[in-house]
């Protein structure tokens, strides 16, 4: 239950850009907050920024402040992550989920994480 596909991951030198989809996988994301996330190996996993149903956006991470941004397609039941200046601290794979809260975004996943996709900031 409210598993998604993510997709977009790739090598990418320092300065670079990438965006990353996920799409819902056999449910309506249309009525929750999504919020995407990130793990680096040995870490518990770390919320990036996170999308209201209605398009509010909280950011939980100072370091990508002003480089990534998010966006959803509710027709879609996709959710983008934009990044933007990356750099080898953004190395890690990258994970959507739906909110803890279901319908506001709190920093934290419901669980079930998916299979991720991998960024990997490096010259």
């Known amino acids: 239950q409210f598993q998604f596909k993510e997709s977009g991951g790739a090598l990418v030198q320092p300065g670079g850009s990438l965006r990353l989809s996920c799409l819902a996988q056999?449910?309506?994301?249309?009525?929750?907050?999504v919020g995407w996330f990130r793990q680096v190996p040995g870490k518990d996993h770390e919320a990036v920024l996170c999308?209201?149903?209605?398009?509010?956006?909280?950011d939980y991470a100072d370091s990508v402040k002003d480089r990534f941004t998010i966006s959803r397609d509710n027709a879609k039941d996709e959710v983008y992550l934009q990044m933007t200046s990356l750099e080898s601290e953004d190395t890690a794979a990258y994970y959507c989920?739906?909110?803890?809260?279901?319908?506001?975004?709190?920093?934290?996943?419901?669980?079930?994480w998916g299979q991720g996709t991998q960024v990997t900031v490096s010259a």
């Open positions: 056999d449910f309506n994301m249309d009525h929750y907050a």
């Open positions: 999308i209201t149903r209605d398009g509010g956006i909280f």
């Open positions: 989920a739906v909110d803890k809260r279901y319908y506001y975004c709190s920093g934290q996943s419901i669980g079930g």
